[in-house]
């Protein structure tokens, strides 16, 4: 039988809203990627991707913006929206792209930034503004993890879980890109704790029905956000099966059915050739180019990594301390055993596979990501990218491990074991203490949190000696590295970038960068910059180090006097030097 959910109550909000908020402000305070908002503090550089999420964002946002009512219902205006002739991309689903979209619209209205020219297709879009939409996802993403936390398990808890996903550094560091990551986990996260919170076995009638249809309109909101939502009909469904058997049947079936209507009815490229669209969708992801994944000192092609990369990159990629009251929240259970008599008994922990109905979901929305990306072809790259759903999930397990030391130091002091920590403020400094440790990826790391590490392989520095990549993609061609470039190359530098992973990087990093565009510098691939150094023109050369696309003949890169680059941990992520021109033979 699962636990009766209570109303909520503002005392349950209080403290996962402050959090949440304190989040937000960290993290729009600090995205400013090439110079749009120089006031702000510099955030991660700009990624390869995000320039495809943003332009398809603010397309999709402004049809449905300036669409007169009901004009999209009308099957000419579906086509000349989202047809083959329009611009429209259907690589991903509407959702996330156009809550970017959104965002971005508004901030450039409310803060305009430098000025930037249209794109090739006539959208001018700036990607520092669309950031905000991630930022506002992330904290939406912290509220409900620190709210569900605290209605499960208590205020203390409540607060731990939020502040743990705050304190993961590579969640911390998506937070700031404009892609759909963020907002995936928000959508993963709210439907996996309200299924975990509402579904129970007790329901009338009415509920047996309203329950599952509520549920099932957030689980379309996650498939209309991206893939990675196929992964929660199997957590829920066995879950389900497993507690209720054949009960089970008519409230999957509701949240199932309704979650693919809405996903369906949100997605209005499906209208135009449901089954050839819903199969193009689907296949898609078999069917696409090759990425590569450096792990353990090696290139591998995406499908080619071993079955145990997501494992090994969930395990050190979040603070040990995390994973220690993670485990604790799994398989910890507190006794509390109350004196009796002259003679008090200890309370104790005791430990095995304790979790409740509602932590056995969590557990498996978790799992299931790590466990999907660990089978035999199935396409792994970019670090912890396409499993960052099971951070907040394992949050609300942290959240679950820091009640129950909590409460066994409670229930010392009741029994005058430990007096220290009789108080709750007392308590409060133990758990404080705990966390502050596990803050300092973040903080050491910034703006390149994507490079974190834990203690587990030796941090940054650790894990670049035993063959992890070192950086994501241009993440560390930060807003000081652009300045640094721009004045030493001066007015019209010829920059060489490497690597170069398609054919629009450049042309984005410089119309999306007021830094380059200012100093007017020409950004050219490695061959084109063979070509000038051959004909005797000198020119600069920026690399940020991932090692899965860099030529192993660039890893090492040529000392000068001129030579620059961003580094954490004493690992280079990103260097800029000068090439003279190479001597004709």
Not at 78 to 87: C, E, I, R
Not at 102 to 123: N, Q, R, T, Y
Not at 396 to 420: T, Y
């Amino acid at each position: 039988m699962m636990d009766q959910p209570a109303k909520f109550e503002r005392q349950h909000v209080i403290g996962p809203f402050v959090v949440a908020l304190l989040a937000l402000l960290s993290v729009v305070l600090t995205l400013d990627a090439a110079g749009d908002y120089p006031k702000l503090f510099e955030g991660p550089g700009i990624t390869l991707d995000e320039s495809f999420n943003v332009q398809m964002g603010v397309y999709q946002w402004r049809v449905l913006r300036d669409a007169p009512r009901f004009v999209l219902l009308l099957p000419e205006s579906v086509k000349d929206a989202f047809g083959p002739k329009s611009n429209y991309n259907p690589d991903h689903p509407p959702l996330g792209r156009v809550w970017l979209g959104f965002w971005h619209d508004l901030v450039e209205w409310l803060f305009p930034p430098s000025d930037h020219p249209a794109h090739k297709h006539g959208i001018r879009f700036v990607t520092d503004c669309a950031r905000v939409g991630s930022a506002t996802a992330f904290a939406l993403t912290v509220f409900l993890i620190g709210m569900f936390a605290t209605k499960w398990y208590g205020r203390a808890a409540g607060i731990v879980a939020a502040v743990s996903l705050v304190l993961m550094p590579r969640v911390f560091a998506h937070a700031h890109l404009a892609s759909l990551e963020t907002f995936m986990n928000l959508t993963y996260s709210a439907t996996v704790l309200s299924v975990a919170h509402w579904w129970r076995e007790e329901d009338g009638a009415r509920r047996a029905w309203l329950i599952p249809a509520l549920t099932g309109v957030l689980f379309g909101f996650a498939l209309l956000t991206k893939m990675q939502a196929i992964l929660i009909p199997p957590a829920v469904g066995l879950w389900a099966l497993w507690h209720w058997r054949v009960r089970a049947f008519r409230p999957l079936a509701i949240f199932g059915l309704v979650g693919l209507a809405v996903f369906f009815v949100g997605w209005p490229w499906l209208w135009l050739d449901p089954a050839k669209n819903f199969y193009e969708y689907f296949a898609r992801t078999t069917n696409r180019a090759v990425l590569n994944c450096f792990y353990l000192g090696q290139v591998w092609a995406d499908k080619d990594v071993p079955w145990h990369y997501p494992f090994v990159m969930f395990a050190v990629t979040v603070p040990i301390g995390f994973h220690l009251l993670g485990l604790l929240g799994v398989s910890a259970h507190f006794a509390r055993i109350t004196p009796e008599g002259e003679r008090a008994i200890a309370p104790r922990l005791r430990f095995g596979f304790m979790c409740g109905a509602r932590e056995q979901l969590v557990l498996a929305a978790t799992l299931f990501p790590l466990v999907l990306f660990a089978m035999p072809g199935v396409a792994v790259y970019d670090g912890e990218r396409l499993f960052l759903i099971s951070y907040p999930m394992w949050a609300m397990l942290v959240g679950r491990g820091a009640e129950v030391i909590l409460s066994h130091l409670r229930a010392k002091a009741d029994l005058g074991w430990w007096p220290i920590v009789a108080s709750g403020r007392a308590r409060g400094v133990v758990m404080t203490l705990w966390l502050l440790p596990q803050a300092v990826g973040v903080i050491a790391l910034h703006p390149c949190q994507l490079s974190y590490y834990n203690l587990l392989v030796g941090g940054l520095s650790g894990a670049d000696r035993r063959g992890f990549e070192r950086t994501y993609w241009g993440d560390s061609l930060t807003r000081s590295e652009l300045t640094e470039i721009a004045e030493r190359g001066g007015l019209g530098a010829t920059l060489v970038v490497e690597p170069v992973l398609h054919q629009f990087q450049l042309h984005e990093l410089t119309l999306q960068s007021p830094i380059l565009r200012r100093a007017q510098v020409r950004a050219l691939t490695a061959d084109e910059g063979k070509t000038i150094t051959r004909e005797g023109q000198s020119v600069f050369r920026v690399a940020f180090f991932r090692k899965a696309d860099l030529l192993r003949e660039d890893w090492d890169f040529a000392r000068s006097e001129r030579e620059s680059g961003l580094s954490r941990s004493g690992v280079m992520l990103s260097r800029f030097w000068a090439e003279s021109p190479k001597p004709r033979p």
